[in-house]
């Protein structure tokens, strides 16, 4: 299969002058540094939001008593407002920039969680976590496009990879500092606190981030339109890798604390047990990052795939004490995967596309992640717990031959 032309006119675009567009400058090195800092900061309170879903739906279950497929329900919904609102933010801010629509959207989020704390029922919580997952929408893809346009040459992998990792950095601080709040104070005090966090945030982010970048956001816009559409083929078949390793990573991520619970893990040691996952998701994103740029896609996602299949199936038996251990080594194979898939989206997607590839991207990802744990939930009340997750443990293993697919298309 030979990569489209529109691939490689992508190519040359960035043949020249250190890979930057003939009609893009790239940004001072100062404002480089504080986009990524800013961007990376945005993605870590997002991600964190995102996850701590991991310690409140536990919670939500020991209080309303709800089933698995409930369960998976709330997971589904927080997901589909996350995907449902990525494509409209990305265009949205490609009209009028990034900067107020990813403040406006993360004060969206953090409004979510106040929602949820001050609700005191089951629908208080219901809707708090579908606004929090709406405004999550716009940070993936105005935060990337911002990273991806601040640093428009050779060094937007590095940059790309870095404001990944910032994600994971999230996803271990704020469930564990939530976990440590809920076993002190109510849960619905310790989403406060949260909610108080991402209010200070939303108000931070128009100061912080270069208004210039919303004029570069703007001027892609226009060359995006005179491109044509995100390429399909190559793209097409990167996407179904990704959707599938989405919906496994959220389908275990929602069940795993149950896991945990199920062999007598307690509350604090939840929070702790999911601090080791992401410490290693956020080790993996950054190995796994290196070694794809080393020696190309596809043995990275061969190997972490085959290692997310194992791991989940040794899960099932193992103590809590050696499951315990096991975790960080399962975050490396569920995380570091999605680490190679984003980084190959600029060899597939000409530059002025990849905002909308990024957005199409992130998009699909939250739909195969919300379904994930609602098929799951479903599978679990049905079937239990342990075959949903080996039936999880399948669907890694089937991402393996899509991406041998793909290895003509790559440099």
């Given at each position: ?237 990167l996407l179904a890798i990704g959707m599938t390793d989405s919906m496994v ?51 990275v996602v061969i190997g972490t795939e085959a290692l997310t299949a194992l ?35 600029p060899e597939l997607v000409a530059p002025e596309r990849r905002a909308r ?55």
């Open positions: 299969m030979r990569a489209p032309s529109a691939h490689r006119a992508g190519r040359g675009r960035l043949a020249g002058a250190g890979g930057m567009t003939s009609d893009t400058v790239a940004a001072p090195a100062p404002s480089r540094r504080r986009t990524l800092a800013v961007c990376g900061g945005a993605h870590a309170l997002h991600d964190g939001y995102t996850d701590l879903l991991g310690i409140l739906l536990p919670l939500l279950q020991a209080q309303f008593a709800l089933s698995y497929t409930a369960v998976g329900a709330l997971r589904t919904i927080y997901a589909f407002g996350m995907a449902g609102g990525q494509i409209p933010a990305g265009l949205v801010a490609e009209r009028v920039g990034g900067r107020f629509v990813l403040a406006l959207g993360t004060a969206l989020s953090a409004l979510g969680y106040l929602v949820a704390g001050l609700g005191g029922g089951l629908a208080g919580a219901v809707l708090g976590i579908a606004l929090s997952g709406l405004g999550s929408s716009t940070q993936h893809p105005i935060a990337s496009s911002l990273v991806a346009a601040a640093h428009d040459d050779t060094s937007s992998r590095t940059a790309i990879g870095t404001y990944n990792f910032a994600g994971d950095v999230g996803k271990v601080v704020i469930p564990a500092s939530f976990a440590l709040l809920a076993s002190l104070v109510p849960w619905q005090s310790g989403l406060l606190a949260v909610a108080g966090l991402g209010l200070a945030a939303a108000l931070m982010l128009p100061v912080l981030i270069p208004p210039a970048l919303d004029r570069t956001l703007i001027r892609k816009r226009d060359a995006a339109a005179a491109s044509g559409a995100v390429p399909t083929g190559p793209f097409r078949l990573r959220a389908g275990f991520l929602t069940f795993l604390p149950f896991l945990l619970a199920s062999k007598g893990a307690s509350l604090s040691l939840l929070g702790l047990a999911l601090s080791l996952l992401f410490a290693g998701g956020a080790a993996g994103k950054l190995v796994c990052g290196w070694l794809g740029h080393r020696f190309g896609m596809l043995p791991t989940l199936l040794a899960a099932l038996p193992l103590p809590l004490e050696v499951l315990l251990v096991l975790l960080p080594i399962l975050g490396i194979a569920l995380n570091g995967t999605s680490s190679v898939l984003y980084g190959t989206v590839a990024f957005a199409v991207f992130y998009t699909a990802g939250s739909l195969a992640g919300g379904l994930g744990p609602l098929v799951g939930g479903a599978l679990g009340d049905t079937l239990g717990l342990a075959t949903m997750i080996a039936l999880l443990a399948l669907c890694a293993l089937a991402t393996i031959p899509l991406a041998v697919r793909l290895r003509p298309s790559l440099g």
